[in-house]
């Protein structure tokens, strides 16, 4: 028979032994099971960011009012002169006088302007002397230099359709819209340069792809708006996605000479630029343009 003590270092011996392949035999099932993980995704590289600047020509005139608003001021004015005190011309003007006839007469238009054209028609008892009277008002404001021809509101650049012009569309906002060599239609806008802020970017790149011989300014130096196109996915390629922010910047003076890679471009109001531009671009950038 086997002693005590050569009994228990069997079965230490055993135990080791157990605890060793049962280690290897984990080791071994990890690192077969490592093999099968997939590989761990490349980093997202960094988007090509861009600062482009939507220039402005604000109007240069107000716009026509609409039938509700020509209403609605009508009615209006014709309240104030229902409720207004009487004007004490007798204190301002001597009796008799041309500025006294000219008062009256111009009154006599403003009212009935207001309330009508036969408003007041019964008081022109004599016909002579209200004549007179109308044609000495007439003369001294022919001296003073009133009736004066005024401007068209409609600028021939209009009737010709010039769509380089500035002084087109002078009751809506216009925007300064770049054709690129590839045939698409944008914003002036450019890349970074290294230690770049966005704002003076845009502002180079204004000056790069209009040229110097504008009066312009760009308003802030936050954003107004942001552009990111949609990635196309092509398989075995990684497209770098971009994003686009917008400034806001205004014309005062000068025009635009395309510089290098800029084959034309367009003074046009929002509706215009619809029509020009990709739908994904218009969707990033129409809720920052003016409807006026």
Not at 43 to 54: E, G, H, L
Not at 249 to 259: D, E, K, L, S, Y
Request: net charge positive.
């Amino acid at each position: 028979m086997l002693s005590r003590s050569v009994v228990a270092t069997c079965s230490w011996h055993t135990r080791c032994f157990a605890r060793t392949l049962a280690t290897e035999v984990g080791i071994l099932s990890l690192a077969s099971t490592s093999t099968d993980l997939p590989p761990s995704p490349k980093k997202t590289p960094r988007p090509m960011i861009s600062a482009a600047v939507i220039l402005n020509r604000s109007p240069l005139i107000t716009r026509s009012p609409s039938t509700f608003e020509r209403a609605y001021y009508s009615y209006q004015a014709r309240l104030r002169r229902a409720l207004h005190n009487p004007f004490p011309y007798d204190f301002y003007f001597k009796e008799g006088s041309i500025l006294e006839t000219r008062f009256n007469v111009e009154e006599r238009k403003r009212e009935r302007r207001v309330f009508g054209p036969l408003f007041g028609i019964d008081d022109d008892v004599d016909q002579e002397k209200a004549k007179a009277a109308r044609a000495a008002a007439a003369q001294l404001a022919e001296q003073e230099g009133e009736y004066e021809e005024m401007v068209p509101r409609l600028h021939p650049s209009d009737v010709s359709r010039d769509i380089k012009s500035l002084d087109r569309k002078g009751k809506r906002n216009i925007y300064l819209l770049l054709k690129t060599e590839q045939d698409v239609w944008r914003f002036p806008q450019g890349g970074l340069e290294k230690n770049e802020l966005l704002h003076q970017a845009a502002q180079r790149d204004l000056y790069a792809e209009c040229g110097q011989y504008m009066d312009s300014w760009i308003v802030s130096r936050n954003p107004v708006g942001v552009y990111k196109p949609p990635v196309l996915s092509i398989p075995g390629q990684f497209i770098r996605p971009e994003v686009t922010f917008f400034f806001k910047g205004h014309i005062m003076a000068g025009q635009v000479r395309p510089g290098e890679g800029i084959s034309d471009f367009a003074w046009l109001t929002k509706q215009e630029i619809e029509g020009k531009v990709e739908k994904n671009y218009w969707d990033g950038v129409k809720d920052i343009l003016s409807d006026y």
